[in-house]
């Protein structure tokens, strides 16, 4: 029920179609996070507006609330959301291992607390994919330990290990591989050696794609993009390679430009519950005086419900009174926007002038700092 | 450019159109409101979705916030909101007379303080009326007082005096006859002689409706419908009668029955911000726990967007952990309950049946006194 085909190269960049149980995804592809069962301050009809082709649920988020079991009562994620097209879910472990203070980690799994009710609870590889099965996504991925940023190498080499060991416990465990294709995780901080350890112990299971995780967790984006740069033309090139928790727009090109398909990042609708929103002249925030008497779209060319339907200075005045619709219409934008960023790549690819489309858009944003921060 | 059509009449309820400058109303209407220029956690396809025939807006509010220059800048309310089917806006007597503390009445005007940024203002009739010129509805609405509950009869008539002078003014100072229809509000608190002088007054104007103002400001429920009784039958038969600021399903069934053609309350998006939600058999909390495996729709028989594509459970969970999205599904499905509920209530009308219609739909609608407080 799964196939992936390169359909062509252009430097590094590649453009496919990735088939999965509910649709066709064609990549490279940007995937909005419905961290909690839907996309923040979105209805799934103005998800599909943006055209997104696969959206991210959170194994954590659903399996303390409302639990999974409730979740494959309705007919797992698909029948709980409503949302028909293909779904990611991830594992649970970064947003685990995100409690500094509240979780245990051993050999056996995670024993952590609910930050909200102080319940405690238990993860491993086994109940991991017994959440994620529950939750019947058309990719899941492999539980796996996100070591911090900076890692003593000893550090990282010993939790790249005993990802690897749970790697083949999921595999194990994994109960619906006819319909759930579990991705591996590459780890090993940013240590070349480790990540080839990692990438080559990852190849050895017959999986449908690759990811590559623990970056973007405090490291800079020179080094987020060293790891991307050796790790990517580690993994197989008939499957698609997925960078997690990564996507601002100068991500997605340079993740592109390097060979990933798959990105997801709360980062479009979580700057636009802050007023930033994307141009394809660069990063803006609307409350910024320029914008007051702004009668135009924000952003020309653009055509997402917003830019369509509102002028600026309206979608402005909303942010700054803070009524919850204008989150929701800078949310269309920013989600539309990177959905087309990467459409658009995507042609440039198929058209064999990449380098010239990477060269036009990215000098364009400057990623501020305050904007790569782990997300979870 | 206004004109309307009494269609039928069953008992004392009323089938007509209003035809206004963007179009034709189906009346009896519910006119969601869009306080702040949208109606809260909404976007406008979203409303017109609900089938909403007409929106508000606040006088007050978009004096103060953008600015009704600023909104006429953008082509009116119209142009600033894109929503393209009529308006109704109010004067902003409501809102500020709900200042307590903060404003002075004189025979001249109100002086008051923005309750945000503790700026000085002065709105009188004059100023009502270039507020909602510069904002554009196709219905405005006279700068009134609106004297609270309980009154006594010489603070309520030397009240309704000053309103009737404060009309004369109005009409005297609107500038857009051709293309805005200024509605009259009758006052007199809860003396029938008094609201019988005052629509007696308001009648001397050739206005294109009329309005029952003062109402719902902390009288009972019995009260209201004493008041809206006996002053609805001394407004004109060929004019549409607006109520104001009522809207729970109980008081369109109420006032629908006594001859009342127009309704605006915000009741339906704030409730569902709380997890209230309306069923053709009454009026339900999500959070209760009968909700938490209900996989079916909110209502039977709702063909809303949220009843068409998620199920009870579902929305229960995003209100739950405070997702916006939760409150969007909920307010999609109350504002378009009360449509429906109003649609149906006119299809009665015309087929003659409205009497049986009431009897079988009110008494599932006990009305929450923590329901009727007045909204601004």
Redesign the interface.
């Known amino acids: 029920m799964f196939e992936y085909t390169l359909h062509a190269t252009d430097g590094k960049a590649r453009a496919g179609t990735f088939i999965t149980p509910h649709g066709a995804i064609e990549t490279p592809v940007f995937m909005p996070v419905g961290t909690?069962?839907?996309?923040?301050?979105?209805?799934?009809?103005?998800v599909r507006q943006t055209q997104a082709q696969i959206v991210l649920g959170n194994a954590y988020h659903l399996y303390l609330?409302?639990g999974h079991e409730?979740v494959e009562?309705?007919g797992g994620l698909h029948g709980?959301?409503?949302w028909e097209k293909p779904i990611l879910t991830d594992s649970g472990g970064f947003q685990v291992f995100s409690l500094t203070r509240l979780r245990k980690i051993t050999e056996e799994g995670v024993n952590f607390r609910d930050p909200i009710t102080g319940q405690s609870h238990f993860i491993n590889p086994e109940k991991s994919m017994a959440i994620q099965n529950a939750l019947g996504a058309d990719i899941i991925m492999a539980f796996d330990e996100c070591p911090p940023y900076p890692a003593t190498h000893e550090y990282a080499k010993n939790s790249m290990e005993m990802t690897h060991r749970w790697l083949e416990r999921c595999f194990n465990a994994h109960a619906r591989k006819h319909d759930q294709a579990l991705f591996p995780i590459v780890q090993g901080s940013t240590y070349e050696d480790l990540r080839f350890e990692s990438a080559a112990f990852a190849r050895q299971f017959d999986a449908h794609g690759f990811a590559i995780g623990g970056v973007s967790v405090g490291e800079s984006k020179e080094w987020v993009y060293k790891v991307v740069e050796f790790t990517a033309p580690l993994l197989p090139e008939n499957k698609p390679r997925y960078l997690m928790g990564i996507g601002t727009p100068e991500d997605l090109l340079d993740g592109i430009n390097l060979g990933i398909d798959m990105f997801d990042c709360v980062n479009p609708t979580r700057v636009a519950r802050h007023g930033s929103f994307f141009k394809m002249m660069g990063r803006r925030n609307i409350k910024n005086a320029e914008f007051e008497?702004d009668?135009g779209p924000l952003d020309e060319g653009c055509d997402c419900?917003t830019c369509n339907?509102?002028?600026v200075?309206?979608v402005r005045?909303?942010i700054?009174?803070k009524?919850?619709?204008?989150?929701?219409?800078l949310s269309i934008h920013n989600v539309r926007f990177l959905i087309r960023l990467v459409e658009d790549a995507r042609k440039a690819i198929l058209a064999g002038n990449f380098e010239t489309f990477y060269n036009l858009h990215r000098p364009r944003f400057i990623n501020p700092s305050k904007e790569v921060k782990p997300v979870g």
């Open positions: 909690h069962s839907t996309v923040k301050t979105l209805t799934f009809d103005q609330r409302p409730m009562r309705a709980w959301t409503g008497n009668f419900y339907h509102h002028h200075a309206y005045h909303l700054k009174i009524e919850a619709t204008g989150a929701t219409l």
